[in-house]
Nanobody, 129 residues
Framework: EVQLAQSGGGWVQPGGSLRLSCAASGFNFDSYAIGWFRQAPGKELEGVSCLTTPNTNTYYINSVKDRFHISTDNAQNMVYLDMYSLKPEDTAVYYC??????????????????????WGQGTQVTVSS
């Protein structure tokens, strides 16, 4: 059974950094794509970053390019989202997600909620002074 257990999150001041973690079980990273999504207050859920592990193809939404970094530690079955230079507009509930890699043949086009089958419980990130 695919399971995703999130940790991290919390409050950070603007300009600060934070690492979100997602402990994965029940699947092989070589057969799955992973993603991070977020939902800001009053806004739609959006794909932040997605990764296909076999070829390490990545996608980032424009607003987080050069500030966020998605990665995995396959030996530890971990997924990470490292966030730098955080801004108040990054405040949101963040979710990790996974899906069979066959559902994400183009990581740029398919980093969307409809493609991802398995979801973590979400964690709050608040960026404020």
């Amino acid at each position: 059974e695919v399971q995703l257990a999130q940790s991290g999150g919390g409050w950070v001041q603007p300009g600060g950094s934070l690492r979100l973690s997602c402990a994965a079980s029940g699947f092989n990273f070589d057969s799955y794509a992973i993603g991070w999504f977020r939902q800001a207050p009053g806004k739609e859920l959006e794909g932040v970053s997605c990764l296909t592990t076999p070829n390490t193809n990545t996608y980032y939404i424009n607003s987080v390019k050069d500030r966020f970094h998605i990665s995995t530690d396959n030996a530890q079955n971990m997924v990470y989202l490292d966030m730098y230079s955080l801004k108040p507009e990054d405040t949101a509930v963040y979710y990790c997600a996974a899906t069979p890699i066959s559902w994400v043949t183009n990581v740029k086009l398919h980093c969307t909620i409809d493609k991802f089958q398995h979801w973590g419980q979400g964690t709050q990130v608040t960026v404020s002074s």
